[in-house]
């Protein structure tokens, strides 16, 4: 299950950037739940959202609902993370994962993902 990340780069404070997430294979990511996680210099990584697969429930860190947005593009085999009201804390290394189940239910640390993206810079600078 090798997953892809895409959309990282610059974006100037206050800015709002979109990254999405697919399968290597292109096949479909609708079998299974995705998560986001981050990663910073100064933090290990931290979970973002994740959604699951049957019913697309959704989980946010308590610390970025409200300005992450985590959708499934059925059409697309594709996981999107919308990111807005950016800000310079939000610098970080951004990365899809997937357990291989289907729910996020309490999965919420980084030992409960097996499978891990390559990962995608997003830098928030002026």
């Known amino acids: 299950l090798q997953v892809v990340e895409s959309g990282g780069g610059l974006v100037p404070p206050g800015g709002s950037l979109n990254l999405s997430c697919s399968f290597a294979s292109g096949n479909s990511l609708g079998g299974y739940a995705i998560g986001w996680f981050r990663r910073t210099p100064e933090k290990d990584r931290e979970a973002i959202a994740c959604?699951?697969?049957?019913?697309?429930?959704?989980r946010y860190s308590d610390d970025l609902k409200g300005r992450f947005t985590i959708s499934r593009d059925k059409a697309n085999h594709t996981v999107a993370l919308q990111m807005d009201s950016l800000s310079a804390e939000d610098t970080a290394v951004y990365y899809c994962?997937?357990?291989?189940?289907?729910?996020?239910?309490?999965?919420?640390?980084?030992?409960?993902?097996?499978?891990w993206g390559q990962g995608t810079q997003v830098t928030v600078s002026p």
């Open positions: 994962v997937t357990g291989g189940f289907t729910r996020c239910g309490s999965r919420w640390a980084t030992s409960d993902y097996r499978y």
């Open positions: 959604i699951s697969s049957s019913d697309d429930r959704i």
